[in-house]
């Protein structure tokens, strides 16, 4: 598979519950990005990485959000002590770093309840 | 602060029809502007993009229409077909940085 994959697609939780999600990258994609979708809005940005490291961060990732890529490969993002407010598309994006567009995965999608 | 605005918010198009979405941007250091279509369910995909060293960039029935003096770019979907009926959304970056998208157009194209 040479897309970026998303694990796992759907999540139900309740309130209060940690929650966390995977992203696996294009291969040769060095830089992986995280981005909240809410209904009826665009994309929003929340933190990228370049290989390992975390190179910026959204002041929309409050410090409930951790996000981590070891090794330069896959990258998870928790969630925790989730809130009714969390509800939304998570999407992980890769791109070779050259400038071009992003490869979106096809995003988890979280209900918190 | 919302950096790209994006218009209208849905439009609906008679099969074979133009369909034209615009943007607008504010930061002039931004010299990325893609297009995505996205499916319900489905993650954005990258339809066509364009730099600002060019002012139109066209790939199969999809052009771009850049101005960079109005900082204003737009999508031209030529003959729109059902299968085009999508949600689109323009995006502005400074090359490597994070993209700011757009609030999306809801497109319907009516058979």
């Known amino acids: ?113 | 602060q919302q950096q790209v605005k994006q218009s209208p918010q849905s439009l609906i198009v008679q099969k074979g029809g133009i369909s034209i979405i615009n943007c607008a941007y504010e930061n002039t250091a931004f010299d990325y502007f893609p297009w995505y279509q996205q499916f319900p369910g489905k993650g954005p995909a990258l339809l066509i993009a364009i730099r600002p060293d060019v002012s139109e960039k066209k790939e199969g029935r999809f052009t771009i229409s850049f101005n960079k003096s109005a900082k204003q770019f737009s999508l031209h979907i030529m003959d729109s077909q059902p299968g085009d009926s999508a949600t689109y959304f323009c995006a502005a970056a400074n090359t490597g940085n994070q993209f700011y998208f757009g609030t999306g157009t809801s497109l319907t194209v009516i058979p």
């Open chain 1, 1 to 113: 598979d040479t897309g970026v994959s998303q694990d796992p697609r759907h999540k139900i939780t309740k309130r209060g519950q940690n929650v966390t999600f995977r992203c696996d990258p294009i291969s040769e994609h060095n830089r992986l990005y995280w981005y909240r979708q809410t209904l009826g809005q665009g994309p929003e940005f929340l933190t990228y990485f370049q290989n390992e490291a975390q190179l910026e961060k959204s002041r929309l990732l409050s410090d409930r959000f951790s996000a981590e890529r070891p090794k330069g490969s896959f990258s998870t993002l928790e969630i925790q002590r989730t809130e009714q407010g969390d509800s939304a598309m998570y999407l992980c994006a890769s791109s070779p770093g050259t400038g071009d567009g992003y490869t979106f995965g096809s995003g988890t999608r979280l209900t918190v309840v």
